[in-house]
């Protein structure tokens, strides 16, 4: 394991670095490149200052900034191998994308911080939606929408709690909200 304040500056090139289940507050520096930063389960980078990184593979459950999750080009989930809970420290406006095979199915949970946030779900199967759950914090929180949630809808949007408001991008094919919990 790497100390908690150590500084990383990876260069030139394509470079990986994986970090273990610490609270980081140095440097990490991705450099120039292409470059992939994975995290496992209790790693929590809020206290870092994270440049250079391209790609972002969050594994179990992590922490980080609402910032630090938007300098990222790809994220990817774990898919499925572990319970992937991603925890935001600062508010602010986040899309998950992706396919059912890619990203958007591998995240169980998402938690926001207190602020007004806007979180928009979109290119996933209504089965990833489905199954994630997602926390609004305290303040005025939307949630985005932006795939048929069909038949499952009114399930998919029981474990979506903390949002004032609710917004489809898709038309839905079935009465998709009967129970929308704020």
Known sequence: HLAAGVNIALGDGVDALTLGAVSYTGALNGG????????????????????????????????????????????????????????????????????????????????????????????????????STVAGGTGTDTLTIGADLGAGGATAMTNKTGFENLVFTVAQTTNAVTTFNQ
């Open 32 to 131: 120039n490149g292409v470059d992939a930063l994975t995290l496992v389960t209790g790693s929590n980078i809020a206290g870092a200052t994270v440049t250079g990184f391209e790609t972002l593979t969050a594994v179990g459950a992590n922490t980080m900034t609402g910032d630090q999750y938007n300098a990222f080009t790809t994220v990817n989930f774990n898919n499925g191998a572990s319970t992937d809970v991603l925890t935001l420290t600062t508010a602010g406006s986040f899309t998950i994308a992706g396919s059912a095979a890619a990203n958007a199915a591998g995240f169980e949970s998402i938690v926001l911080a207190n602020g007004t946030n806007n979180l928009t779900l979109t290119g996933a199967t209504a089965a990833a939606i489905a199954t």
